[in-house]
C-alpha cells in the first residue's frame, strides 16, 4: 500500500523539523578569529588553496566563529 511510505516521509520530515528547531535554539561554542600564530602555520604550507578550498575554508572558520552550531560537510578531493 503506497499509505505506508507517505506516512513514513511525513514522520522523518516532522523529526527533521523538529530537530533543526532544536538546533536552532541551541547555543554552542564560538571559537575566537585566526591568531597570528594560525596565520604563520596557514603561510608554511607548501602548496597554495585553490578558489574553492579558500572559500570552503573561509566558510567553515565562519560558522566556527559563531555561537550557532556548525551543520556542515566539507568533502574533497585529493588530487592524485
Not at 513514513?8 to 591568531?35: C, F, H, N, S, W
Not at 607548501?46 to 550557532?68: C, G, I, N, R, W
Amino acid at each position: 500500500s503506497s499509505k505506508k511510505p507517505k506516512k513514513r516521509v511525513k514522520e522523518i520530515a516532522y523529526d527533521l523539523i523538529q530537530l533543526y528547531a532544536k538546533r536552532k535554539m541551541q547555543k554552542g561554542y564560538a571559537y575566537g578569529p585566526d591568531t597570528h600564530m594560525q596565520h604563520e602555520l596557514e603561510a608554511s604550507f607548501l602548496f597554495e588553496d585553490t578558489p574553492d578550498q579558500y572559500s570552503a575554508t573561509q566558510d567553515v572558520k565562519k560558522d566556527m566563529e559563531s555561537e550557532q552550531p556548525m551543520d556542515r560537510l566539507v568533502c574533497g578531493d585529493v588530487g592524485f
